[in-house]
Each structure stands twice: as C-alpha cells, then as structure tokens.
C-alpha cells in the first residue's frame, strides 16, 4: 500500500510539474509574442536557435560529416562506406530529389543518419528572394523530405544552398524547428578538384568539433567517393569520433 501511494504522488508531482513547465513555455511565447510588435511572427517557444550551427553536438574529438544536394546516384555508395566504418553523418537534401527518390531518404534513415532540409530546387543566390519564395523553399521541402522518410521523419536543420543565410531566411527555418547548419571544412568538392585535392583540404582544416561540407548530389560524385574511401579510416585513425552537428 505504501509504494502504490507513494507512486501516485510521485506521478501527481510530475504531472504538477509538467503543468508549470507547460505554463512557463506559453508565459514565455506570448511575451515575446508582445515584444515583437504587429506583424513578426515569434518563434516557437521550443524553437531552435538561429545562431548558425558551426560545430558538432558532442565535444571532444568529434567531427559532424554532412552531405549536401542529394539523394541521387551517388548516395549509395556514400551510405556504403558510412556503414563499412559506422560513421554517422546528416544529410542535406533537396526537396524534389527527396521527393523523387524517397527509397534512399528512408534508406538514410534506417542507417541512423539525420536529415537538413536545403530546399525544394536550390535556388543560388537565396537571400535576395521574395521572403514568400524564400519561406515556400523552406517549409515544402521540409514537407516533401519527411513525406519521402515516411511517418516520424525528422528534420532538424536547414542549410541555404551556398550557405546563403540571412537573417530573414534564418528565421523562417527556425519557425518551422530548423536550426542553421553551417560548416567548418570545405573541400569545394562539388567543384571536382580532384581526389588528392578533397582529400588535403580536410586533412589541413579538420578540427575537433568540425563540421565537414560534402556533396552526395548534383553532378558526377566518384571524387567525393572516392576521398570519402580514405578520409573515413585517417579520421578513424586520428581518433575522431563521428557525430550529429549541434541543434
Ligand atoms: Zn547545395
């Protein structure tokens, strides 16, 4: 009798407390509802920061791999290596390649990566666009994305493509629970300089914490591949530890 009770309370106080947690959040909304005057729509109360995710989520010898404007031909070979060296990364997607190919946005899910929504056609330069264009390549292809994943899909980021961000598009993403993703390495991969190229530039510029721009879509990938072969056992070797961008 005494354990049941003393279970009963115990679930009355976290019930109380979730009640006061829930009357926290709304409190905070509606404030800054107020602070942001007519016309500015305030973000969610649990809304991700707008700050541009430049590190991984875990410290210490950590490194977030990213793939950005797929799923496309080259996708399969990239998951193949991932899962040959238990690499997690995030990836990137296009809406309407999401949309066309949504057997390998659920394969990404089942392998244990995450998803970043970077709009429905990659439209290059981002940040000059009507913030009603700039808002519709955000929220349909968020939408598109998860449909191709299936139920539960989630998606927490948003990349503009060449890293186009602006406050505005910033604050359309983080409105629908998308953090910025930025990056830390570079290796201009999409402009195929080579594998020996991709290579160097992420051996010289990778860092703890590092958040490494690849691409698995828009164009012949076999270089990006093909670095990818032997970057995943020197980061192994070097001691990284992959893990998701901070959200
Ligand atoms: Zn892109």
Not at 76 to 87: C, F, I, R, S
Not at 165 to 177: C, H, K, L, M, T
Not at 217 to 225: A, E, H, I, M, W
């Amino acid at each position: 009798m005494q354990n049941s009770s003393s279970v009963r309370l115990l679930r009355r106080a976290a019930l109380g407390c979730a009640v006061a947690v829930s009357f926290a959040l709304a409190g905070a909304g509606t404030t800054a509802s107020a602070a942001t005057g007519a016309g500015a729509q305030a973000a969610p109360a649990n809304a991700p920061s707008a700050a541009i995710a430049h590190s991984a989520a875990t410290y210490g010898r950590t490194v977030a791999l990213t793939f950005d404007d797929g799923p496309g031909p080259f996708t399969g070979q990239v998951l193949d290596l991932l899962a040959q060296y238990h690499a997690q990364a995030t990836f990137c997607q296009i809406g309407n390649q999401a949309a066309a190919n949504p057997a390998l946005v659920k394969r990404i899910l089942a392998d244990g990566h995450r998803l970043c929504d970077h709009t429905v056609d990659h439209p290059q330069p981002m940040s000059t666009l009507a913030y009603t264009t700039q808002f519709q390549e955000i929220t349909a292809a968020k939408k598109m994305i998860s449909k191709a994943g299936g139920p539960g899909t989630l998606i927490r980021w948003f990349r503009a493509p060449g890293g186009d961000f602006s406050p505005e598009n910033r604050r359309i993403a983080v409105q629908d629970g998308l953090r910025p993703l930025g990056w830390t390495v570079d290796p201009r991969d999409w402009s195929r300089p080579g594998v020996a190229s991709i290579i160097a530039t992420v051996k010289r510029e990778l860092r703890p914490g590092g958040v490494v721009l690849m691409h698995d879509g828009g164009g012949n990938r076999s270089q990006t591949v093909a670095a990818l072969r032997e970057l995943l056992p020197w980061m192994t070797g070097q001691g990284y530890r992959f893990s998701l961008p901070e959200s």
